[in-house]
């Protein structure tokens, strides 16, 4: 009879990179992570949980008081290298949602739009018919409603993960432009 074998390995989750993306925004003060919770309709749990594999991973670090502090150059290269291999873009059936990769500003107005569905996030109140391009957590639409910064930015990583290689290109730009310090 074998024994089991407890594998210790942290590893990072897609709402993790929601967190992280979120913190972008605010990287000078990070909100509580109740109100991070709220905003980003995760519990204070899965926050509190994401902010420490994003420690573990060395893309977050905690201050004295142990509020998250974005580590933004890991997060630009875990981004621009990791991502797509780490979460990759996983496609549905056509239905109605929110834009996202390409089809979403900032890259629609950069891009010439083809006849091709556009992917979109699967949503009930979405305004869209599309290719379904599955969210990195089911709660991303609804944090991005109301968040227009985060939207773009989570748009923006959705064409590096399921993007063509100048999609990518164009998306990591534009992140650059969001993130140059």
Do not use: C
């Amino acid at each position: 009879m074998s024994r089991a074998i407890s594998n210790p390995q942290i590893v990072l989750r897609p709402q993790d990179v929601v967190v992280l993306l979120r913190l972008s925004l605010d990287a000078e003060s990070a909100p509580t992570y109740a109100a991070l919770a709220e905003e980003l309709k995760l519990t204070a749990s899965e926050i509190h949980a994401g902010v420490d594999r994003a420690v573990a991973a060395q893309l977050a670090r905690k201050d004295e008081s142990g509020k998250p502090l974005l580590l933004l150059d890991a997060l630009r290269l875990f981004v621009q290298h990791g991502v797509r291999y780490s979460f990759p873009a996983t496609h549905g059936p056509m239905g109605r949602g929110m834009p996202t990769a390409h089809a979403a500003a900032p890259l629609n107005k950069l891009m010439v739009q083809s006849a091709e569905p556009v992917p979109v996030w699967p949503h009930k109140d979405g305004t869209v018919r599309g290719v379904a391009f599955y969210p990195l957590y089911p709660t991303v639409p609804d944090a991005a409603k109301n968040n227009p910064a985060l939207y773009e930015l989570l748009a923006l990583v959705d064409a590096v993960r399921g993007g063509n290689m100048r999609e990518r290109a164009l998306a990591i730009a534009e992140l650059d432009k969001r993130w140059a310090s």
